[in-house]
């Protein structure tokens, strides 16, 4: 290893190429800044590389599988379909190329220089980044902190053989026969579902009263009467204990209503959450960086420290793990460095799982907004009596607009429904440029569409539906 004495001058360090980081790199050189991004494992990040973009191709792969099983609704008869899941893992590999070579691509358009190593504090303004080749030390004016986060690993259920992670349950070397999930949020539920689509036998084990907790039930259990469709065992309310596996399957042991219970499948998956990853050797203790007790770096309204020229964004900070909140955050923070006035405003920040049928949620449930205050109005609207819906061959899912009876503001929509991860960029954007009922009805809406299902939700709530019969 080679390690130089003197200090290199730039203007922004940002230690991580994640959504937050890249995004927040690109937009500080547009800003005039000379910028260093430096990234221990892969450009693009967990997102793009382990998490968001691999895992929803494997999820499109299973439902292009799913949808030849179904393919007899619709007159359609096909035979000796088979799955080669060499090619499966060809594709979600093709694609994670592809975006993790245009954001290398991006960074090199903007001058952004990229290293592949650590780092690691020193003082306030300085630090040294490292791998097995080199040690340059850098002096910087300011820095942006976006290193993520990693699963949590429980003491019970080590990684290693066949207890995976998330990861590692994007790459397993065969479709597992049965498997084992450790935790019914959203990334349980999406891998659950992907394999299920494939022929896997699926056990969920969940903690809470039922899976994906924070959604509304009558969101969740559209989730859940497709699990058990397709067969898969939904244990709520109970807690996983410990695991003995062998070269071929693993056995959970886990207590459900005071009782012992087993289970073995080929694999386990443990999904109970992410861990911010701001431990290690970075140093944020050495520069006195405030964190919370969960290792969470309190910022301000611009994502910075408690050290004015160091910010953090992502899921290091308070607030959902979220790609899209880390990719806000880093606009606001590359901005802020540039001397502009912008701040966060989480007002709107939108959920959306994957699952079948996919949720997406934005604003207020209606319990929140009445616990706010606010005389609310609901319009709810079912996606089996529209057309494009019905085309597609969707039976199950709704739009659900929640608004100021006093004013029509939209306050919150959830959407259960095929497209309902795309449909509710409308209703966030209503939000957050403070629309009521009304604009939204007044928009034209093309024909036929599935958004024609907010309009007529928006009408339910305005008491005069053209598609339903108002009571």
């Given at each position: 290893?080679?390690?130089?004495?003197?200090?290199?001058?730039?203007?922004?360090?940002?230690?991580?190429?994640?959504?937050g980081?890249?995004?927040a790199a690109?937009?500080?050189?547009?800003?005039?800044?000379?910028v260093?991004?430096?990234?221990k494992?892969?450009?693009?990040?967990v997102?793009?590389?382990?998490?968001?973009?691999?895992?929803?191709?494997?999820?499109?792969?299973?439902?292009?599988?799913?949808?030849?099983?179904?393919?007899?609704?619709?007159?359609?008869?096909?035979?000796?379909?088979?799955?080669?899941?060499?090619?499966?893992?060809?594709?979600?590999n093709?694609v994670?190329?592809?975006?993790?070579?245009?954001v290398?691509?991006?960074?090199?358009a903007?001058?952004?220089e990229?290293?592949?190593?650590?780092?690691?504090?020193?003082?306030?303004t300085?630090?040294?980044?490292?791998?097995?080749n080199?040690?340059?030390?850098?002096?910087?004016?300011?820095?942006?902190i976006?290193?993520g986060?990693?699963?949590?690993?429980?003491?019970?259920f080590?990684?290693?053989g066949?207890?995976v992670?998330s990861?590692?349950?994007?790459?397993?070397?065969?479709?597992?026969?049965?498997?084992?999930?450790?935790g019914?949020?959203?990334?349980?539920?999406?891998?659950?579902?992907?394999y299920?689509?494939?022929?896997?036998?699926?056990t969920?084990?969940?903690?809470?009263?039922?899976?994906?907790?924070?959604?509304?039930?009558?969101?969740?259990?559209?989730?859940?009467?497709?699990?058990?469709?397709?067969?898969?065992e939904?244990?709520?309310?109970?807690?996983?204990?410990?695991?003995e596996?062998?070269?071929?399957?693993?056995?959970?042991?886990?207590?459900?209503?005071?009782?012992?219970?087993?289970?073995t499948a080929?694999?386990?998956?443990?999904?109970?959450?992410?861990?911010?990853?701001?431990?290690?050797?970075?140093?944020?203790?050495?520069i006195?960086?405030?964190?919370?007790?969960?290792?969470?770096?309190?910022?301000?309204?611009?994502?910075?420290?408690?050290?004015?020229?160091?910010?953090?964004?992502?899921?290091?900070?308070?607030?959902?793990?979220?790609?899209?909140?880390?990719?806000?955050?880093?606009?606001?923070?590359?901005?802020?460095?540039?001397?502009?006035?912008?701040?966060?405003?989480?007002?709107c920040?939108?959920?959306?799982?994957?699952?079948?049928?996919?949720?997406?949620?934005?604003?207020?449930?209606?319990?929140e907004?009445?616990?706010?205050?606010?005389?609310?109005?609901?319009?709810?609207?079912?996606?089996?009596?529209?057309?494009?819906?019905?085309?597609?061959?969707?039976?199950?899912?709704?739009?659900?607009?929640?608004?100021?009876?006093?004013?029509?503001?939209?306050?919150?929509?959830?959407?259960?429904?095929?497209?309902?991860?795309?449909?509710?960029?409308?209703?966030?954007?209503?939000?957050?440029?403070?629309?009521?009922?009304?604009?939204?009805?007044?928009?034209?809406?093309?024909?036929p569409?599935?958004?024609?299902?907010?309009?007529?939700?928006?009408?339910?709530?305005?008491?005069?539906?053209?598609?339903?019969?108002?009571?």
């Amino acid at each position: 290893m080679v390690v130089g004495d003197a200090s290199l001058d730039i203007d922004l360090l940002v230690i991580g190429a994640g959504p937050g980081g890249y995004v927040a790199a690109i937009r500080a050189a547009q800003l005039g800044q000379n910028v260093l991004v430096v990234d221990k494992e892969y450009v693009g990040g967990v997102c793009l590389n382990v998490g968001c973009i691999p895992s929803k191709a494997l999820i499109s792969a299973s439902h292009q599988y799913d949808s030849i099983g179904h393919a007899a609704d619709f007159g359609i008869t096909a035979s000796d379909v088979k799955v080669e899941w060499s090619k499966v893992q060809e594709f979600k590999n093709g694609v994670v190329k592809k975006l993790t070579g245009g954001v290398a691509s991006l960074l090199k358009a903007n001058k952004i220089e990229y290293f592949n190593g650590e780092v690691m504090f020193i003082n306030e303004t300085e630090a040294r980044v490292f791998n097995d080749n080199e040690a340059p030390r850098y002096r910087f004016k300011n820095c942006i902190i976006a290193t993520g986060s990693r699963p949590i690993e429980l003491k019970a259920f080590p990684y290693g053989g066949r207890i995976v992670s998330s990861t590692g349950a994007l790459s397993l070397p065969e479709i597992p026969k049965s498997l084992v999930v450790i935790g019914g949020g959203y990334i349980g539920i999406e891998l659950s579902q992907m394999y299920a689509r494939f022929g896997t036998k699926v056990t969920i084990i969940e903690g809470t009263e039922s899976i994906l907790p924070g959604f509304d039930t009558d969101m969740s259990s559209l989730v859940a009467k497709k699990l058990k469709g397709a067969k898969a065992e939904i244990v709520t309310g109970a807690q996983a204990k410990s695991a003995e596996q062998t070269d071929k399957d693993v056995t959970v042991t886990y207590t459900v209503g005071g009782e012992d219970k087993q289970v073995t499948a080929d694999y386990l998956l443990v999904t109970v959450g992410r861990r911010p990853n701001t431990d290690g050797e970075l140093g944020l203790d050495l520069i006195n960086v405030k964190m919370t007790d969960r290792g969470l770096i309190e910022i301000d309204e611009q994502c910075r420290t408690n050290i004015p020229h160091i910010y953090a964004i992502g899921d290091i900070t308070e607030g959902p793990a979220l790609a899209h909140k880390a990719m806000y955050e880093a606009r606001v923070a590359a901005e802020a460095i540039a001397g502009q006035a912008s701040a966060v405003d989480y007002k709107c920040i939108p959920l959306v799982v994957f699952s079948d049928p996919e949720l997406s949620s934005v604003g207020y449930t209606e319990k929140e907004a009445k616990d706010k205050g606010h005389n609310v109005k609901v319009g709810k609207f079912p996606f089996n009596i529209n057309g494009r819906a019905l085309s597609l061959g969707v039976k199950e899912g709704f739009v659900k607009i929640i608004a100021d009876a006093d004013n029509g503001l939209v306050l919150g929509a959830q959407i259960a429904g095929i497209e309902a991860s795309n449909m509710i960029a409308e209703l966030g954007l209503a939000i957050e440029m403070g629309a009521t009922l009304e604009d939204i009805a007044l928009t034209i809406h093309a024909h036929p569409t599935l958004g024609e299902i907010v309009l007529d939700a928006v009408e339910m709530a305005l008491g005069h539906p053209i598609h339903a019969i108002s009571k």
